[in-house]
């Protein structure tokens, strides 16, 4: 019998966890039991993916970098990354403020639903209000500053400052291009050989997916708000998800006519990753299995992939641009607000800043869109409106957010003549039973 591919796996998982939360529900005690015995095995699930992507990050991006042999190939690689990077985003806000404005979702919220959701989510609100005052409070400068470490090891153990780690990675794998081979050899072979450990680590985490998609979805269900509330913002979310599509489209249509490559093979060779983003909201715990992904499967060779994916999953958030822009307009409209062009312009500016600020961690979007709402003068407790919705979007985001690092991951491979064909990798490729054991 032929053994089901992965993404199928996951989504009889995805499936079965919101069947049996569903069933949960139902029940007194069921909500508990989910709490208790089902939820932390999805936790374990992202502990475990969490856990080797700073490892993956510094033994990659090192071995990416080292591998160039020369930094003018680096500069070059890096510019069209970047300006690759800050043109999705820019489409990204644009499709965002688009929808929203042909929609209108926030046209359909009453007043008394407007009160009712600030009201209830008041003190979410105000908790982010207040991580995003520290963030307008720092200087200009405040950024660069962050990204030079003081201490290696403390930027590690915290995978909030992975912007951190990448700097010390290719500053060491700058290092290693510079000294003489005979003493940069044994260095490489080292971080050649953790490299390989680490993407067999994820093969291995990769068996579990299905299991922690299941708790996670089933946690995520029996835990989220009324469908009242839902229903309010139905329009909203509806907004925000076609925006996401339009933007999963152009992708596809950018990997078909600069790369040649059929959306079929983009989506079948992504699936697990994207399905995977949708499950855990975290462009950072999907980094490993991102990389596993676009390498193996689409043919992105090593160097590109360990240098364009780690910045990718820290600074290109397409899918959290275009959902700030909707939200910004949305909640403008319910609070009977007429933003003009020059505001809706300013918008697309600071939205594709914000994203590159974002972490790549469940939620932080909602830090910067407080910076976008303040900067368009568009109240910052409306900011309660979409409290009720913003997990399942959140989930939706991610996806695209990891679609758009595939896809330029592949754009730049390709101009640096680093795209070929897939070399798919199994877990026991190098297992081999003892014969006289048996």
């Known amino acids: 019998m032929k053994k089901l591919e992965l ?3 996951i989504l ?25 015995w089902i939820k932390p095995f999805g936790n374990i699930f ?25 930094i003018s190939k680096l500069s070059k690689m890096g510019g069209r990354t970047i300006a690759t990077y800050i043109i999705t985003t820019v489409i990204a806000v644009s499709i965002g403020l688009l929808v929203v404005n042909v929609v209108k979702p926030g046209g359909s919220i009453t007043e008394d639903t407007r009160n009712e959701l600030v009201e209830s989510y008041k003190g979410d609100a105000d908790s982010i209000k207040s991580k995003a005052d520290k963030q307008k409070e720092a200087g200009p400068l405040q950024a660069l500053e962050d990204l030079v470490p003081s201490n ?33 050899s044994p260095v490489k072979k080292f971080f050649d050989g953790f490299n390989e450990v680490i993407l067999k680590l994820i093969d291995i985490i990769m068996l579990a997916a299905p299991y922690g998609v299941f708790a996670l979805l089933a946690a995520l269900v029996v835990e989220s708000p009324s469908v009242d509330l839902f229903k309010a913002l139905a329009w909203y979310a509806f907004c925000v998800v076609l925006g996401l599509a339009l933007m ?58 360990s240098f364009v994916l780690p910045i990718g999953a820290t600074i290109n958030m397409d899918g959290t641009s275009l959902y700030q822009a909707v939200a910004a307009v949305f909640i403008a409209q319910a609070f009977g ?21 974002s972490a790549a961690v469940p939620g932080a979007g909602m830090v910067m869109l407080v910076i976008v709402l303040a900067q368009a003068g568009i109240p910052e407790a409306g900011l309660a409106l979409i409290f009720a919705v913003d ?12 679609s758009g690092d595939a896809t330029v991951s592949m754009l730049v491979a390709k101009s640096v003549g680093k795209l070929g064909e897939p070399k798919v990798r199994n877990w026991d490729d190098n297992y081999h039973k003892d014969a006289s054991a048996q």
């Not at 009889?12 to 709490?35: C, H, S, T």
């Not at 080797?52 to 042999?69: E, M, Q, R, W």
């Not at 950018?254 to 959306?263: D, G, R």
């Open 7 to 9: 993404h199928w796996r």
């Open 12 to 36: 009889i998982g995805m499936a079965l966890g919101v069947i049996f939360a569903l069933i949960m529900v139902q029940l007194e005690w069921g909500p508990k039991l989910v709490a208790d």
């Open 46 to 70: 992202i502990n475990a993916l969490k856990l080797i992507a700073v490892p993956l990050i510094l033994a990659s991006l090192i071995k990416g970098v080292s591998d160039l042999k020369d």
């Open 152 to 184: 290696i090891f403390n930027a590690a153990s915290d995978n909030g400052n992975m912007l951190q780690v990448i700097f010390f990675a290719i500053f060491f794998g700058i290092g290693l291009i510079l000294i003489p081979e005979e003493q940069a």
């Open 248 to 305: 999963l489209c152009v992708y596809l249509l950018i990997v078909w006519i600069f790369t040649k490559k059929s959306p079929a093979f983009f989506m079948k060779g992504m699936s697990p990753a994207q399905l995977l983003a949708f499950s855990t909201s975290s462009s950072a715990a999907t980094l490993p299995v991102t990389m596993e992904r676009v390498e193996e499967h689409l043919g992105v060779e090593e160097e590109v992939t």
């Open 337 to 357: 607000m007429d933003l003009s062009l020059s505001a809706q312009l300013g918008i697309i500016v600071t939205a594709t800043l914000a994203s590159i600020g």
């Open 391 to 402: 997990r399942p979007l959140d989930m939706c985001r991610t996806v695209v957010n990891v």
